[in-house]
Nanobody, 122 residues
Framework: QVQLVESGGGLVQAGNSLRLSCAAS????????MGWFRQAPGKEREFVAA????????YYVDSVKGRFTISRDNAKTTVYLQMNSLKPEDTAIYYC???????????????WGRGTQVAVTS
């Protein structure tokens, strides 16, 4: 069992930055790939980024490449999403999730946090 708690969301102006954190419980954190997803009002949940258990492999959705960076600290059992050059279209609830293998599909993630709200004003 893995419990995930996101933090770091907030209200920012376009062009600014935020860093999201996701703290995980459990001693097997490094065995899980971690992903970030987001869901905007009226839209389906969307893959944002993922990182392998070792941190050596990362995936990003095209719309955030060059602006967002996913990273993890296995000693602190925490995964991060550094978001730079934020745009109004990045507004959403951001969720972190854990999976036995790195992938881009929400249905393949077994554990989910409750989310943290990010709002970007123009």
């Amino acid at each position: 069992q893995v419990q995930l708690v996101e933090s770091g969301g907030g209200l920012v102006q376009a062009g600014n930055s935020l860093r999201l954190s996701c703290a995980a419980s459990g001693r097997t954190f490094s065995s899980y790939a971690m992903g970030w997803f987001r869901q905007a009002p009226g839209k389906e949940r969307e893959f944002v980024a993922a990182i392998s258990g070792s941190g050596g492999v990362t995936y990003y959705v095209d719309s955030v490449k060059g602006r967002f960076t996913i990273s993890r600290d296995n000693a602190k059992t925490t995964v991060y999403l550094q978001m730079n050059s934020l745009k109004p279209e990045d507004t959403a609830i951001y969720y972190c999730a854990a999976s036995v293998a790195i992938n881009r599909e929400a249905r393949r993630y077994q554990y989910w946090g409750r989310g943290t709200q990010v709002a970007v004003t123009s």
